[in-house]
């Protein structure tokens, strides 16, 4: 059974680029949760795909956007980054997308934006 | 709104001790509760979690968390820890509003002294 996997592993952008962070699901998994984890702090939810379609979204601005593919995969863009976008990028999977479903994280994208 | 607090930033414990790290929600329902480990460099890996029955639950490596709806607690418990059980760990809720997010304490660190 593979895990979930995330690329890449590490990143560094300046303020104002754009960035794809990807996210490849388990096996059997339909359902892509993205976090933001700043140091020092818990995950703060920023979206939700199930089966292709945004489910759920968090109090992030719309240049946080997001895709999910027909195998589940899933990307997480952002635009004209900002320095306070450097965190830990955490995409997790699960069954389904119900609350009893528990996530099955990556091991992150650390975005630094200098 | 739900929210979590996990009232200890870090917790130092001798190996071989007892651990017990504190998790207090606000929810007006039975919530959905969770405990995550974080190791340094490392996704989330889920501990254990809480829907409803047996307020007592058992998780992986040895950990166990009681519900006490009346104190709005969850706490973590190890009756002996080791020193890989040194990492961040994170109490996280449901959100009972929605069916796609958890809502995540600011984490515990956990250093285990010889």
């Known amino acids: 059974e593979t895990g979930v996997t995330q690329s890449p592993t590490h990143l560094i952008k300046t303020r104002g680029q754009q960035v794809t962070l990807r996210c490849s699901s388990q096996?059997?998994?339909?359902?892509v949760s993205w976090y933001q984890q700043a140091l020092g702090q818990g995950p703060q939810f920023i979206f939700q795909?199930?089966?292709?379609?945004?489910?759920g979204r968090g109090n992030f601005p719309p240049r946080f956007s997001g895709l999910q593919f027909p195998n589940y995969s899933s990307e997480l863009n952002v635009n004209a980054l900002e320095l306070d976008d450097s965190a830990l990028y955490l995409c997790?999977?699960?069954?389904?997308?119900?609350?009893?479903?528990?996530?099955?994280f990556g091991n992150g994208t650390r975005l630094t934006v200098t | 709104a739900q929210s979590v607090t996990q009232p200890d930033i870090h917790i130092t414990v001798s190996e071989g001790a007892s651990l017990e790290l504190r998790c207090n929600y606000s929810?007006?329902?039975?919530?959905?509760l969770f405990w995550y480990v974080q190791s340094p460099g490392q996704g989330l890996q889920l501990l254990l979690k809480?829907?409803?029955?047996d307020t007592l639950v058992q998780g992986i490596k040895g950990f166990e968390a009681e519900f006490k709806r009346s104190q709005s607690s969850f706490n973590l418990r190890k009756p002996s820890v080791h020193w890989s059980d040194a990492a961040e760990y994170f109490c996280?809720?449901?959100?009972?509003?929605?069916?796609?997010?958890?809502?995540w304490g600011a984490g515990t660190k956990l250093i285990i002294k010889p």
């Open positions: 997790a999977s699960s069954l389904n997308r119900g609350q009893n479903s528990p996530l099955h």
């Open positions: 096996s059997g998994h339909n359902t």
């Open positions: 795909y199930y089966r292709e379609e945004e489910n």
């Open positions: 929810y007006g329902a039975t919530p959905y």
């Open positions: 809480y829907f409803s029955g």
């Open positions: 996280a809720v449901a959100d009972g509003d929605s069916n796609y997010q958890l809502i």
